[in-house]
Nanobody, 115 residues
């Protein structure tokens, strides 16, 4: 069973910053995409940001200009810097990686933004 290690969630005031990280096992090769999804209570899980192995990033409109995703291919690790956080960013954030026909999910990390 593939285990992704997530870290970096927490409680922050509106306008603050957090940095999430997600590490995949080194024995997973050819990770085409790494990214984060989030799920707020009572809502569906939606994509936040993804990044390809070549460094091409895509963002949900709601986080453009505030969140920045990056990755270290050599370490199978992705990072997401979240600035200017808003209460509506409050959710459980799940790391996601895609390799070939497979995708894997992290256990989720809580991000809470107080107003």
């Amino acid at each position: 069973q593939v285990q992704l290690v997530e870290s970096g969630g927490g409680l922050v005031q509106a306008g603050g910053s957090l940095r999430l990280s997600c590490a995949a096992p080194r024995n997973i090769y050819s990770i085409s995409s790494m990214g984060w999804y989030r799920q707020a209570p009572g809502k569906q899980r939606d994509v936040v940001a993804t990044i390809t192995s070549g460094g091409s990033a895509n963002y949900a409109d709601s986080v453009k200009g505030r969140f920045t995703i990056s990755r270290d291919n050599a370490k199978n690790t992705a990072f997401m810097q979240m600035n200017s956080l808003k209460p509506e960013d409050t959710a459980v954030y799940y790391c996601n990686i895609r390799s070939g026909l497979y995708q894997y999910w992290g256990q989720g990390t809580q991000v809470t933004v107080s107003s």
